[in-house]
């Protein structure tokens, strides 16, 4: 089973772009990596999924090069109300904790 | 209506006693999951359950069981509560393929 390592914290200020690297070297052929969202007190949020190159939707875009050793999730245009814990899973991976995440901290 | 709900949101209780958190959930999935978290932790894995008749061990499992009473319904228990079991329980459904967790709101645990 893969297991994932990504920074423990990040900062930003509002406007800029935020890049999140996570690293799964052992990722499976069949998994898929999925990010989600975690705000104080909620439980996390799904927000992008992909498998190899680049995925992109309202909120996100994720890069998977074609070794899929790792993955970057991209937040354009970081707003404060995106100060959230963010998390890089490897589905299918059910029998490991979604980890520390990386908290992303964006200033006014 | 949330897809999955948690209840209680809140509950304060005495050690050694017992308590149950309840899931329900409206998604339809056969998988549900609960997860445990600390300030400043990630979540962790307590048990897992891919259909009604299928129960799991997670990382975390030791103090805790599980009923699977139906499909839409996943009850975490806590036999005879301790201090180091106060945190935050999440439950958390799939569908069988396992491509995506829908979270419900959490039910915070102090435990006294």
């Known amino acids: 089973l893969a297991k994932t390592t990504q920074p423990i914290s990040m900062d930003s200020y509002e406007g800029q772009e935020v890049n999140i690297t996570c690293s799964h070297n052992n990722i499976a052929t069949n998994d898929y990596i999925t990010w989600y969202q975690q705000f104080p007190s909620q439980g996390p949020r799904f927000i992008i999924q992909?498998?190899?190159t680049k995925v992109t939707n309202e909120v996100a875009s994720l890069f998977i090069p074609a070794d899929r050793k790792s993955s970057t999730l991209s937040l354009p245009r970081v707003s404060l109300s995106d100060t959230a814990v963010y998390y890089c899973l490897v589905p299918y991976d059910y029998k490991l904790s979604f980890g520390a995440g990386t908290t992303v901290t964006v200033r006014a | 209506d949330a897809d999955v709900t948690q209840t209680p949101r809140n509950r304060i209780t005495k050690t050694g006693k017992r308590i149950m958190l309840e899931c329900s959930q409206t998604k339809g999935h056969d998988r549900m999951y609960w997860y445990r978290q600390d300030p400043g932790l990630g979540l962790r894995l307590i048990y897992y359950s891919f259909d009604v008749k299928d129960i799991n061990k997670g990382e975390i499992s030791d103090g805790y069981s599980v009923s699977r009473q139906a499909q839409a319904k996943f009850s975490l228990s806590l036999e005879s509560a301790i201090p180091n079991q106060t945190a935050l329980y999440f439950c958390a459904t799939s569908e069988s393929g396992g491509t995506g967790y829908t979270f419900g709101s959490g039910t915070r645990l102090t435990v006294v």
């Open positions: 992909g498998y190899k």
